[in-house]
């Protein structure tokens, strides 16, 4: 089992494992940050979850639905490094959340910013740092999370990388479609 392990490893393009180990590190962060609100929410008495059981079954669902993204992105990885279809479709989609979740939290810290009046306001501890300055690092921090996204989606749609993905598949190399003369430019390599 591990040698089928490290043989599907060594043929995976290192793209591909930058991906599935940025998506284990994503994935981590995720359920870190689920475990904590599991705790707030059930453990303690916290003013950020109130005792209202609409409230407590919103934050309850949100955490199940982060605890359901964590195992689809552990059956991605695995998937990754096997070179499975279906892996490369999921992290594409898994992208494509990345980069709408991401980018919406960016954009709504910055509609934040300039809609509220405590842009210019300092920090008590660091007089020369103001909160909008934070809103800004914090918004530059999502949208970097939000170009990871895009770099999924456009890595794992190349014609090379649908081709590694295909080959592991039928177990025999593909003739290149652009030697053969019919080229898929389908955005999601879907046709």
């Not at 177990?171 to 290149?176: A, D, G």
Request: positive net charge; aromatic residues 8%.
């Amino acid at each position: 089992m591990l040698n089928a392990m490290v043989r599907d490893r060594a043929g995976a393009p290192p793209g591909v494992i930058i991906a599935a180990a940025i998506l284990g590190v994503m994935a981590f962060i995720a359920l870190l940050i689920a475990a904590c609100a599991a705790y707030v929410m059930f453990a303690t008495n916290s003013a950020l979850i109130p005792r209202i059981p609409s409230v407590r079954m919103a934050a309850g669902g949100l955490d199940a639905l982060v605890v359901a993204l964590v195992i689809l992105s552990a059956a991605t990885i695995v998937g990754l490094f096997r070179l499975k279809i279906w892996a490369r479709y999921s992290i594409t989609l898994l992208g494509l959340l990345d980069l709408l979740v991401f980018a919406f939290m960016a954009a709504g810290v910055l509609v934040v910013r300039v809609k509220s009046g405590m842009a210019a306001m300092t920090v008590p501890n660091n007089p020369g740092l103001t909160l909008g300055e934070i809103m800004v690092g914090l918004a530059c921090l999502y949208g970097v999370l939000a170009l990871i996204g895009v770099w999924w989606m456009i890595y794992f749609n190349t014609e090379r990388i649908r081709l590694v993905f295909a080959e592991s598949r039928n177990e025999v190399p593909l003739v290149s479609r652009e030697t053969s003369g019919a080229s898929n430019k389908s955005f999601l390599g879907l046709s």
